[in-house]
C-alpha cells in the first residue's frame, strides 16, 4: 500500500520508522553520530545537511501527512519560516503576508525584510480579495495562516491557492494551529506547507522543531539555503518527535473534542463577551472551515468582560497552566498582549483585533467538566478581587 493511502493513525505511527536490524527493536533506533564515513558511501551525510538516519525517516513521515513529496525539518518554528521565505525571495522582491499572523512571523518580516531590500505588504484581511488588492508586479510569495494566531480567523485555501497560481506566485501558509491531522493545505493547491512542530506533533511540551513539507523541487531549494543557515535539529530531539507524532492523531482528535466542547462552554457565559473558534456555527469562517478542516482543532480565544481582570483570572486557574507555549496534552492559556504578540504595537495590535482582554486557549486532554470548573471558579474569583479594589 502506498504511504499516501494509508490511514492517518498508520502513517503517524509507522512511515518513516527505522529498522533495528541488529537488535530488533519495536521502535526506531537512535543514531546519535555527528560525524559519518565520506568514502565509499552513497551518502554523504552530516547533520547540518539534514541527512543523518533518523531526520530523514522523521521527514518522510512528515511528508506522508501532509501529502507531500518531501519535508524537512529544523530547530524551530521560526526557523522553518524564515528558511522557507528566504529561499524563495530576494532584493527587489515583494511578499504579501496575510493580517492576522503569528506575531514572531510578523516581527521577522517587519524588522528584517527591509535590510535584505525585500518588500512586504500585510493584507487589510483575510479572503482572497484582501490577497489580491496587494499583489504587486514584483510579488513572488503569497503567505497566510489558518486557522490563524491568536483570533482563529479562517482563509478560504482553494481561493488563495488558485489566486497565486493563476499569478506564477508561490503560496505558504503557517499550518501549525490545524496540524496535519486537521487540515492538509497541499490538496487545496498551497504549494509551501510550515508547521512549528514545537506544538501539536511534539505535543507534550518538551520539543523545540519546525517542519516545511512540499514538493522535491520546493524542499531541494530550502534545502540550499537551510544547509547555510545551520538551523538543523539534534538527532536526539528528532527521535523524540518521531515518538511523539506517534500518537498525534489521537491527541489531535481527543483536543478538537474537548475544545469544541469547551468553546460552548464559554460562548453560554455571561462573563465572556467573545468566544473565537471556527467550530462555532456563530465563527464567521465556520463554513468554509467545514470544507477544508477534518477536524475544528484544539485552540480557541476569548474575550472577558472589562469587569474580569485577564490577570487575575489566570492567576486564578488551578488545573489550567499560564504557559507561554500551545498545543501540550495539558490545557494551557495565555494574554497575546503579553506575549505572541508582544513585539507588535499597540495600534497594530487593536488593528487586528487583540485585546488586553483576550485569551489564547490551548485545550488539551483533560476531562472537559474539571476544565470548565476550573474556569468557573477563576472567574468568580477575578470578579471577587476587582469588586474589592474598585470599593478601595
Same mark, same amino acid.
Given at each position: ?59 518522510? !513521515?512528515?511528508?506522508? +501527512? #501532509?501529502?507531500?513529496?518531501?519535508? @524537512? ?5 521560526? $526557523? /522553518? &519560516? ?57 510579488? !513572488?510569495?503569497?503567505? +497566510? #495562516?489558518?486557522?490563524?494566531?491568536? @483570533? ?5 485555501? $482553494? /481561493? &488563495? ?232
Amino acid at each position: 500500500m502506498e504511504e499516501k493511502n494509508k490511514g492517518l493513525n498508520t502513517i503517524c505511527t509507522h512511515v518513516g520508522e527505522l529498522e533495528d536490524k541488529q537488535y530488533k527493536g519495536a521502535i526506531s533506533p537512535l543514531y546519535m553520530s555527528s560525524s559519518y564515513a565520506f568514502d565509499d558511501v552513497d551518502v554523504k551525510r552530516y547533520p547540518r545537511y539534514f541527512n543523518t538516519p533518523n531526520q530523514e525517516g522523521l521527514c518522510k !513521515k512528515i511528508a506522508a +501527512l #501532509e501529502h507531500t513529496e518531501s519535508a @524537512l525539518i529544523f530547530g524551530s518554528g521560526m $526557523a /522553518a &519560516v524564515s528558511t522557507a521565505l528566504m529561499a524563495f525571495l530576494k532584493a527587489g522582491d515583494h511578499v504579501v503576508l496575510q493580517q492576522t499572523l503569528y506575531g514572531g512571523t510578523y516581527n521577522l518580516v517587519t524588522e528584517e525584510f527591509s535590510k535584505y531590500g525585500i518588500e512586504f505588504s500585510f493584507t487589510k484581511g483575510w479572503e482572497a480579495k484582501d490577497f489580491q488588492e496587494e499583489i504587486k508586479g514584483n510579488t !513572488k510569495v503569497i503567505y +497566510l #495562516e489558518t486557522p490563524s494566531n491568536p @483570533l482563529l480567523t479562517i482563509t478560504d485555501l $482553494a /481561493a &488563495v491557492a488558485s489566486l497565486a497560481k493563476n499569478k506564477g506566485i508561490i503560496s505558504m501558509i503557517d499550518n501549525t494551529f490545524a496540524s496535519p491531522v486537521n487540515q492538509n493545505p497541499v490538496d487545496f493547491g498551497i504549494d509551501i506547507v510550515i508547521h512549528s512542530a514545537t506544538k501539536y506533533m511534539g505535543g507534550h511540551s518538551d520539543i523545540c522543531a519546525g517542519a516545511v513539507a512540499s514538493s522535491s523541487e520546493n524542499i531541494n531549494r530550502i534545502f540550499q539555503l537551510a544547509k547555510n543557515f545551520g538551523g538543523s535539529l539534534s538527532d536526539y530531539t528528532v527521535w523524540l518527535l518521531e515518538r511523539s507524532i506517534k500518537t498525534m492523531g489521537l491527541r489531535v482528535r481527543a483536543q478538537n473534542e474537548n475544545a469544541l466542547k469547551m468553546a460552548n462552554f464559554l460562548n453560554d457565559l455571561d462573563d465572556i463577551d467573545a468566544v473565537y473558534y471556527p467550530g462555532l456555527p456563530t465563527h464567521t469562517g465556520h463554513d468554509v472551515a467545514k470544507r477544508q478542516m477534518k477536524g475544528f482543532g484544539g485552540m480557541l480565544s476569548f474575550e472577558l468582560r472589562p469587569y474580569v481582570d485577564a490577570s487575575v483570572f489566570q492567576k486564578s486557574l488551578k488545573l489550567i497552566k499560564s504557559s507561554m507555549s500551545l498545543a501540550g496534552v495539558e490545557s494551557t492559556v495565555l494574554s497575546p498582549t503579553q506575549t505572541s504578540h508582544a513585539l507588535m504595537s499597540p495600534e497594530v495590535r487593536a488593528a487586528q483585533g487583540i485585546s488586553d482582554g483576550l485569551i489564547r486557549f490551548s485545550v488539551g486532554i483533560e476531562e472537559p467538566e474539571d476544565l470548565m470548573a476550573d474556569i468557573g471558579q477563576a472567574i468568580k474569583k477575578a470578579k471577587l478581587e476587582t469588586a474589592i479594589a474598585s470599593d478601595k
